[in-house]
């Protein structure tokens, strides 16, 4: 988990205490973290993110860019670490830091400081606990190996026997990391901790009975003494933090400043918890900040409300400000200006259409009027193509004769078809409607049936006549007549065989016309071949030439010809006139729409501008926050989330500044506080605090509350009240109630957590005195007025009251009220009276207070700086006693100012709190506040004893602390980790260092070995028998640099990272919460309220484990193991030993919500999933719900833990599971919902077994039977369940039957493909159910996939790479991170559409390509730049292409980003087309030749991006591209006006 960002804030002042910095060569590698959770504090073990990524960076430079970037493949190969592990007394670790001349002696003396008691309250320099690492200088010869230390430095009692169990708990977790980090581990003692240490003897039995008497802890329920009324008084706990002395600083006298009592930190009054308020002045200021980020719609909303005045800049374009008037809800600001700008909008769009489609229309008639003149230019126009093909006539022939009769004026145009030509250009379909409707037509055929006929007669004549050189005269004269249509042909030809021989016709043909042929068995008998009619026309002139006699036929034919061209030409004319008349129209339509368009868009450009006026105007407030707008766009075509550029200035009052800390008990003070009330507590201070500002005039008069707090604040106009959560904090704009201020108003306040009840008791300036009664709800969230508000003058008839202090008797609606005189009378809230009994104080108090169990009532007495005394009157015998029991408190109790009555544990632990300003701490006194009655406690029976027993060792932890980890953690895991290679690793080893070189180390630690193997019966594969344990003394310490393992330094930093747990999600208000880097962040919650699921999957971090699954082992398959089950059945401690994992985990409840770990194996990473217990108090039936979905969701295998006795109804243990099958659809997610659950009964004997899997088959079968298709099992398992019943523990089957899951795991089919793959479902799972989006997880996935390509396409065009940056990664496969093949440059383009931006880019692109005409030919430089990127958009298009291949094609997101990639790559490509062509528009040679060049004159060199362009060539370029990119900008926003010119040009040739 990365270190949390508050650990910088101004609430951590701590870390400029923090002596690391002034340590040579230490670097913090895990870091101590408190956090508040539902059930309390939480200690986590942290990366610490920053120190990590310098030492990474120390041993190999830019190694390290951030916690989810590590290069670990370069770590490998290019560095190694030799490590040595060092632990023990800090005074022997400060003397080897001097040794080695990391410390100097001032540092050594802080290190040797004794700490305060929590680091929290750190208020001199100190070194936090944890694991850090040392490199020292490095040895003066190269032969020497360089050896670093991984130090575990101890908190201040670590090393006693009887340490706390929190801190017990630290070395148990950090001496876990230390040993699995380091194989030669150094153990230095001091002397003192040396002299205390109880070796037992070789021959020295041991008695297990003894053992087994220690592991038995009696309990008793005992009867306490029967207790009269009695106080007694002892001193109780004392609290340092750093945030009291920078409260109580002083604090310069300007006017309107506080007074300085104001500064003393206040007590927020728990009754069962305890918290603190502190104050610091804030000088008033004038502040500016940038600001660009990306806001969901309801957060972009919001975030608006947050100004008093917001100026929108002119650059805000007009989609911007259309984004702010939807999104941004401006329209609010002005609603009289919107509804004006609505109506406006919707007129002028009523009257563009109407004058639109007038316009159109008008043109269309004007357009069909001069058909006839258009008709008879394309006739001219297709005559002379005819004549082009039938060379042998002229236009004049086959033009009809009407179309001769328009007149020109040969003085104005020389073109007889200008209107066609004008309609062709000026329509851009006229021109290809003409030629699409003549390219089908063919001109060659004379469809003419008499002009065929002829045709065929003419050319069998001629052929025949060839043939027949024997005829008379006579004889061709009549076959050439008979070519005529009005003969006989036929009859010619039987009359011409008559005349001759059949037999000299045969002898002459080999053949005889048939007597029946027809005219076409004449052409086949003669072989007439076929010739188109272009070419027959043609051959006429010279037939008539060579034979006269056929010109008859031959201008027949001609005649026939013109007849067949003119009919030809009349339909080919129509069909094209209406086609241009069509495409006329066509283009009218496209125009008039576009003009509508243009103009409904300008009328709204105006609306828009008026009504940007009027709310700019509206805008500018006179609050103090100014938010300046400069732009604002979508985040992209996938996201509804839009990116804001701002900037936010403010000027702020001088304001106090209130930090609520939330104090907290340690799990010890919890435990021993059950056991012993007696016991003192050390309440812990947070790291952090819950802040807020309140004006000057503001002050604090009650803070109240535990988890949620009432704070009550004078005003100079209200009495304001507010709830809110001590962890989230709220704003000071809206209380939950506000009682208007009365000048000379007094009131007192008393407040009962209990029965939630807030009473003011207020004395008005007119006399009357009138309680007011509120309620808060449970979650003390809300509060409403109950009843009226009651007078209470009829009680006080000798004059008005006047009040000091009320409060409730705790848990009852009984008022204590204290007046100025001294008297204290007890108001009955629900019979209206008081108590007929009442007292007299002799002064007036300064604290008034219930015990937190309501047994009495507590008043602090005593002069101002004087000691201080305790009155105490009991409830039950209130009045009976006048003078109460007076206490004198200790003269430790010293406050001088601030009081609260609170408890610890149990309410009748009460203690009373005090701030003593003097030293800047708080003080208190133990009340132990007896009453009439017997009381009865459960506790053990002999607790001297027992603690006596425990503590018969002090300072044997220092060797022990190695059984401790053994016990808590595997020695061999059934999965084991198998990050680090064996390659350089050395036997593992322990010295132990002292004063004396005791020989009593190696056998101590022999003993403790073998009784741990005996006890324990853990499988440890030999290996702590293998150790090897040597002793020294300081001066001889062995050199081992040569036998100290060497690790591949990506190999140890992986192994480190995967040591690390982290908390990835809670569950809280019935909702599924996901962390950011393992924290808990209330901002970032806050930002994601309403947010889509792509921007929850963009804000979820695993911290380092994002690197371990997106590069050093992203393509490894993953199995998911997960454990299940009511609290305190040893869930983190299976998986621990099935897994290799270090889930914290104890005897108490441990664990909320879901921490996650990884185990690296040869072939695959085991993901382990920890969860919080099922059926919690803590945790309602909905919250449960989520958490057992979110693990059968992912889970490859699910151990669900259980205690079980026979009489339980199976089923409710499984009633999360039942409740959770409506939520998710399996079918729906193919990759959910596949893993066996295997439902483990702990602790069971042999004989018990059968019985025990009978009962839940019976169970299970119920279940079945009832549920159906619906049943958990089907749903949520695949079908998939085992029931195991598990063996005690401490036996060796307990451990065997681990290897036997781990084989059911290992036969679990693998649904999450790659380590990459199963980060994406993870990540879209858990923003899922943080959006309650219930569909299918495969469209999320595809939706999130596309997104991400989206947002990197831009960028992925332009440079190639996956963003803009200079360090931006190269494009990847983003399922296995695998680089995508290409020949692609690092040539820069620009696909935006900013033509100053675009110019600079494509400059600089020329200049880099080295384009000048004295080295080459401009052509050369054009056509390079279209292959780079052409060569571009295929790498990105094979890159998209690549990212899509796991997704199902079908899908509408994909296509759209396909659309999206085209349209870029066209923009690119066309960007490209105007610098082609700006290029070839000059003429290199002229360039290189004219020494006079234009240009030249006055030339100044432009710097693009560090180049200087110096060539007058390439200034001549970059000045075409820029008149061409305005040119081209100009024609695209002007294309309308431009058709609407052209239809006027069109009416002007009509007219003409």
């Known amino acids: 988990m990365a270190s949390n960002p508050r650990r910088n804030g101004a609430g951590l002042g701590p870390d400029r205490l923090d002596l690391m910095s002034r340590i040579k060569g230490l670097f913090r590698l895990l870091d101590l973290y408190s956090e508040f959770a539902s059930g309390g504090p939480v200690d986590k073990i942290i990366i610490s993110q920053q120190s990590l990524g310098r030492f990474i960076n120390s041993v190999l430079p830019g190694a390290y860019t951030n916690v989810a970037k590590i290069d670990f493949a370069r770590l490998d190969r290019e560095a190694s670490l030799r490590l040595v592990g060092i632990y023990g007394s800090k005074s022997e670790i400060v003397l080897f830091l001097h040794s080695l001349g990391s410390i100097d002696d001032e540092v050594a003396a802080l290190l040797l400081t004794e700490d305060d008691v929590d680091v929290n309250t750190c208020t001199r320099p100190s070194l936090r606990s944890g694991i850090y690492i040392l490199s020292p200088a490095p040895p003066d010869s190269s032969s020497i190996p360089f050896v670093r230390y991984v130090i575990y430095w101890p908190e201040e009692n670590t090393w006693n026997d009887d340490a706390t169990g929190s801190v017990r708990e630290n070395r148990v977790m950090f001496m876990r990391y230390l040993t699995c980090l380091t194989d030669q581990i150094r153990s230095l003692i001091s002397r003192e901790h040396e002299e205390k240490l109880v070796f037992k003897d070789e021959d020295e039995d041991e008695d297990e009975d003894e053992d087994e008497d220690d592991r038995r802890i009696r309990f008793v329920v005992a009867k306490t003494t029967e207790e009269q009324e009695a106080v007694d008084v002892k001193a109780g706990f004392t609290v340092t933090h750093h945030a009291f002395r920078s409260s109580t600083a002083s604090v310069s006298t300007l006017r309107g400043s506080p007074r300085q009592e104001t500064f003393v930190p206040k007590f927020v009054d728990g009754e069962a918890a305890q918290a603190v308020a502190t104050t610091r002045f804030v000088p008033g200021a004038d502040d500016t900040r940038n600001l660009e980020e990306s806001f969901s719609g309801y957060r972009f909303e919001s975030e608006l409300r947050n100004y008093g005045s917001v100026v929108i800049s002119p650059s805000v374009d007009a989609t911007g400000f259309n984004i702010l008037l939807e999104n941004g809800n401006l329209k609010a600001r002005d609603r009289a200006a919107y509804e004006t700008y609505r109506i406006t909008i919707e007129k002028e769009k009523q009257r563009c259409e109407k004058e639109g489609k007038e316009a159109l229309e008008q043109s269309k008639a004007e357009i069909r009027a001069h058909r006839p003149r258009l008709l008879d230019q394309v006739s001219k126009y297709l005559a002379s193509l005819i004549c082009d093909t039938y060379i042998t006539f002229a236009p004049g022939d086959i033009v009809p004769p009407g179309a001769q009769q328009e007149k020109t004026d040969p003085s104005l145009t020389s073109d007889p078809l200008e209107y066609f030509h004008n309609v062709c250009a000026t329509y851009k379909g006229a021109d290809r409607a003409c030629q699409d409707t003549l390219k089908d037509i063919n001109l060659t055929s004379i469809n003419v049936p008499e002009f065929t006929k002829l045709k065929r007669r003419f050319r069998i004549v001629r052929k025949a006549l060839g043939n027949l050189d024997y005829l008379s005269e006579a004889q061709r004269s009549d076959l050439i007549k008979a070519v005529s249509l009005d003969s006989d042909f036929l009859a010619a030809w039987r009359k011409l065989e008559t005349g001759l021989s059949r037999l000299f016709l045969y002898a002459r043909f080999q053949s005889l016309p048939d007597k029946d042929t027809d005219e076409k068995g004449l052409e086949e008998y003669w072989k007439v071949t076929e010739l188109h009619d272009v070419e027959f026309l043609r051959s006429l002139q010279d037939v008539v030439v060579a034979e006269p006699r056929y010109a008859d036929s031959v201008e027949k034919l001609r005649e026939l010809a013109v007849s ?673 659950l295997a439902i483990v009964i702990k602790d069971v004997v042999g004989g018990d077994q059968k019985d025990i899997v009978k009962e839940f088959f019976a169970k299970f079968s119920q279940i079945v039977s009832k549920e159906q298709t619906t049943n958990f099992i089907s749903v949520l398992h695949d079908g998939q369940l085992t029931v195991i019943p598990w063996s005690i523990i401490q036996s060796r089957e307990f451990y065997a039957l681990f290897n036997k899951l781990a084989i059911q795991l290992s036969k679990q089919r693998c649904t999450h493909g790659t380590a990459r793959e199963f980060l994406i479902t993870f990540k879209t799972l858990m923003a899922r159910m943080k959006a309650q989006d219930w569909g299918p997880l495969d469209q999320r996935v595809i939706k999130h996939r596309v997104a991400t390509l989206s947002d990197m396409l831009p960028a992925a065009l332009e440079y190639g790479r996956s963003a803009s940056t200079s360090d931006a990664d190269e494009l990847r496969n983003l399922d296995d991170q695998g680089l995508i093949n290409s020949s692609d440059s690092n040539a820069t383009f620009y696909v935006g559409k900013d033509e100053v931006e675009r110019q600079r880019i494509f400059s600089s692109l020329l200049a880099l390509q080295g384009l000048d005409p004295a080295r080459g030919s401009v052509y050369e430089a054009a056509t390079h730049l279209n292959s780079i990127a052409t060569s571009r958009i295929a790498y990105v298009k094979e890159w998209i292409e690549k990212n899509l291949s796991r997704v199902p094609q079908d899908n509408a997101d994909i296509r759209s980003l396909r659309r999206e990639f085209e349209d870029l790559a066209d923009r690119l490509r066309n960007a490209l087309m105007i610098v082609e062509h700006s290029i070839r528009a000059l003429d290199p040679a002229s360039t290189a030749r004219n020494t006079t060049n234009p240009f030249s004159a006055g030339f100044r060199p432009v710097t693009t991006e560090g180049i200087y362009v110096n060539s007058p060539f390439i200034f001549a370029v970059n000045l075409a591209i820029s008149l061409a990119v305005k040119v081209a900008k100009v024609v695209a926003r002007n294309r309308a006006i431009m058709r609407k010119a052209s239809m006027h040009a069109q009416r002007k040739f009509t007219i003409m």
């Open 564 to 1236: 067949g061209l003119r009919q030809m030409l009349e339909a080919l004319a129509g069909k094209v006139t209406e086609n241009l008349i069509s495409a006329q129209e066509t283009e009218l339509n496209n125009t008039a729409k576009a003009l509508i368009t243009a103009d409904i868009e300008r009328a709204e450009q105006e609306a828009t501008s008026i009504l940007r006026k009027a709310i700019v105007t509206r805008l500018r407030g006179e609050g103090k926050r100014v938010l300046t707008i400069y732009d604002v766009k979508p985040k992209s075509a996938w996201n509804s989330d839009f990116v804001l550029k701002a900037s936010c200035s403010w000027h702020s009052e001088p304001s106090l500044e209130i930090s609520v800390w939330a104090m907290d008990l340690s799990e010890d003070d919890i435990r021993w506080l059950k056991g012993n009330p007696s016991h003192v507590p050390t309440p812990r201070m947070p790291r952090s605090a819950t802040k807020f500002n309140l004006p000057l005039k503001w002050r604090i008069r009650l803070i109240v509350g535990q988890k949620n707090a009432l704070l009550i604040v004078d005003c100079p106009d209200k009495i304001r009240l507010w709830l809110f959560s001590l962890r989230n904090g709220f704003s000071i704009d809206h209380p939950v109630c506000s009682i208007p201020n009365i000048a000379g108003r007094q009131y007192v306040v008393a407040v009962d957590e209990q029965t939630r009840l807030v009473a003011l008791v207020m004395t008005e300036p007119s006399g009357n005195v009138i309680l007011q009664e509120y309620l808060m709800d449970e979650k003390f969230s809300t509060m409403r007025s109950r009843g009226s508000p009651l007078s209470l003058n009829s009680w006080y008839t000798n004059g008005v009251p006047e009040f000091t202090h009320a409060s409730f008797f705790s848990g009852t609606e009984e008022l204590c009220l204290v007046e100025v005189t001294g008297r204290v009378r007890v108001l009955m809230i629900p019979s209206r009276s008081f108590r007929h009994v009442l007292i007299h104080l002799h002064s007036t108090p300064h604290y008034v207070k219930s015990s937190p169990d309501g047994t009495a009532l507590v008043i602090v007495e005593g002069s101002s700086t004087g000691t201080k005394s305790i009155r105490v009157f009991h409830r039950a015998s209130f009045g009976s006693n006048e003078d109460g029991i007076v206490k004198e408190l200790p003269e430790s109790f010293n406050p001088t100012s601030n009081f609260s009555v609170t408890s610890t544990g149990e309410r009748q632990n009460v203690f009373l709190m005090g701030f003593d300003v003097q030293r800047q701490r708080i003080i208190s006194a133990a009340l132990e506040i007896s009453r009439n009655e017997k009381e009865y406690q459960f506790r053990t029976r002999d607790e001297t004893r027992n603690i006596a027993n425990e503590t018969r060792t002090i300072h044997n932890s220092l060797i022990d602390c190695f059984s401790e980890v053994w016990e808590r953690f595997p020695v061999a895991a059934a999965i084991q980790r198998q990050t680090l290679s064996g390659d350089g690793r050395r036997k593992a080893s322990v010295t132990f260092v002292s004063s004396s070189a005791s020989q009593s180390f190696e056998p101590y630690f022999r003993r403790m070995v073998q009784d741990f193997e005996r006890l324990s019966r853990k499988p440890t594969e030999q290996r702590l028998a293998r150790i090897l344990v040597t002793s020294s003394s300081f001066d001889k310490v062995p050199n081992i640099a040569t036998s100290t393992s060497r690790y591949k330094a990506g190999e140890w930093i992986a192994e480190l990272l995967c040591l690390i747990p982290i908390h990835i999600a809670v569950t809280a208000e019935n909702r599924f919460v996901p962390l950011k880097d393992g924290v808990l962040d209330a901002t970032l919650e806050r930002e994601l309220l309403g947010a889509d699921v792509s921007t929850i999957i963009g804000a979820i971090s695993l911290g380092w484990y994002e690197s371990i699954f997106t590069s050093y082992m992203a393509t490894k398959p993953v199995k998911v193991v997960s454990s299940m089950g009511e609290q305190s059945v040893g869930k983190s401690y299976s998986l621990n030993h099935m897994v290799d994992s270090s889930f914290a985990g104890s005897a108490v409840r441990t664990t909320e919500g879901v921490w996650l770990s990884v185990c690296p194996t040869k072939d695959c990473l085991v993901v382990a999933l920890d969860f919080e217990g099922v059926h919690s108090i803590e945790r309602t039936p909905q919250e449960d719900m989520l958490l057992v979905l979110f693990n059968t969701a992912l889970s490859n295998l699910v151990i669900f833990r259980n205690n079980f006795t026979l009489s339980r109804d199976v089923a409710n243990m499984f009633t999360s599971l039942q409740a959770s099958t409506h939520l998710f659809d399996p079918a729906a997610n193919p990759k959910l919902f596949k893993g066996l």
